[in-house]
Antibody, heavy 115, light 108 residues
Framework: QVQLQESGPGLVKPSQTLSLTCTVS?????????WTWIRQHPGKGLEWIGYIYYSGSTYYNPSLQSRVTISINTSENQFSLKLSSVTAADTAVYYC????????WGQGTLVTVSS | EIVLTQSPGTLSLSPGERATLSCRAS???????LTWFQQKPGQAPRLLIY???SRATGIPDRFSGSGSGTDFTLTISRLEPEDFAVYYCQHYATPPYTFGQGTKLEIK
C-alpha cells in the first residue's frame, strides 16, 4: 500500500521559509509519477501548489511561483516543498500526494505562520 | 486557468436519498482529466472518481460520475451515513490544476 507522510515544523515565523518533506513508502519515487503539493487554509477549500516529476521537472501554481520550490531526493524516496517569505496567509494544512490524479495522499500537516 | 464551480454549496438530504452534485468548468475539460474527491473532517481528501466516470479502488458502486465538456456530475445513488462529507471536483487537464470550491453534503 502506497503511503505518504509529511514532516516539518508546525510553526514558522513571518518572512521566513516554510520547509516540508514528504516521505514515500511502498513505491519508488523514481517510478514515473508526478509528486504534488496541495494546501488547505483553515475551514477553506483546496489549493494546488505544484508538482515535480521524477525526472526533476516542475510546475508551480502561478499564484505562488515566485516563492515556491519543489525538489526531489530519490536516494531517500522523498520530495520537498519550500515556500519563502511566508505570511499569516500561508497558514494552512499542507498535503503531499501522488501524481496528477492525486490517488494517494499524506495525512496532512498544519503549518502556522506566527511570531 | 480553468475555474471549476460546484453547486450547490450545501446539500441537505437524508440517508437513503439520491445526491446529485454538479461541477461546471470555465472552459472545456477532457473527461480524462476530471476527478472527484471526498473529504471528512480532520482527514485528507480521498479519490473517488477519475477520468470523470471511473471509480477509484475500493469505492462503492453507489458512487458514479458522468458528464463531458464543461459539465460534470457526481451521483450518490443511495446515501449511507458515512457519505456525509465535503466533495470536491478537480481537473488536471492543463496546469495550474484547480479544485472546485466544494459541496458540503449534510444530513437533513
Amino acid at each position: 500500500q502506497v503511503q505518504l507522510q509529511e514532516s516539518g515544523p508546525g510553526l514558522v515565523k513571518p518572512s521566513q521559509t516554510l520547509s516540508l518533506t514528504c516521505t514515500v513508502s511502498s513505491v519508488s519515487i523514481s517510478s514515473g509519477y508526478y509528486w504534488t503539493w496541495i494546501r488547505q487554509h483553515p475551514g477553506k477549500g483546496l489549493e494546488w501548489i505544484g508538482y515535480i516529476y521524477y525526472s526533476g521537472s516542475t510546475y508551480y501554481n502561478p499564484s505562488l511561483q515566485s516563492r515556491v520550490t519543489i525538489s526531489i531526493n530519490t536516494s531517500e524516496n522523498q520530495f520537498s516543498l519550500k515556500l519563502s517569505s511566508v505570511t499569516a496567509a500561508d497558514t494552512a494544512v499542507y498535503y503531499c500526494a501522488r501524481d496528477k490524479r492525486l490517488d494517494y495522499w499524506g495525512q496532512g500537516t498544519l503549518v502556522t505562520v506566527s511570531s | 486557468e480553468i475555474v471549476l464551480t460546484q453547486s450547490p454549496g450545501t446539500l441537505s438530504l437524508s440517508p437513503g436519498e439520491r445526491a446529485t452534485l454538479s461541477c461546471r468548468a470555465s472552459q472545456t475539460v477532457s473527461s480524462l482529466y476530471l476527478t472527484w474527491f471526498q473529504q471528512k473532517p480532520g482527514q485528507a481528501p480521498r479519490l473517488l472518481i477519475y477520468g470523470a466516470y471511473s471509480r477509484a479502488t475500493g469505492i462503492p458502486d453507489r458512487f458514479s460520475g458522468s458528464g463531458s465538456g464543461t459539465d460534470f456530475t457526481l451521483t450518490i445513488s443511495r446515501l449511507e451515513p458515512e457519505d456525509f462529507a465535503v466533495y470536491y471536483c478537480q481537473h488536471y487537464a492543463t496546469p495550474p490544476y484547480t479544485f472546485g470550491q466544494g459541496t458540503k453534503l449534510e444530513i437533513k
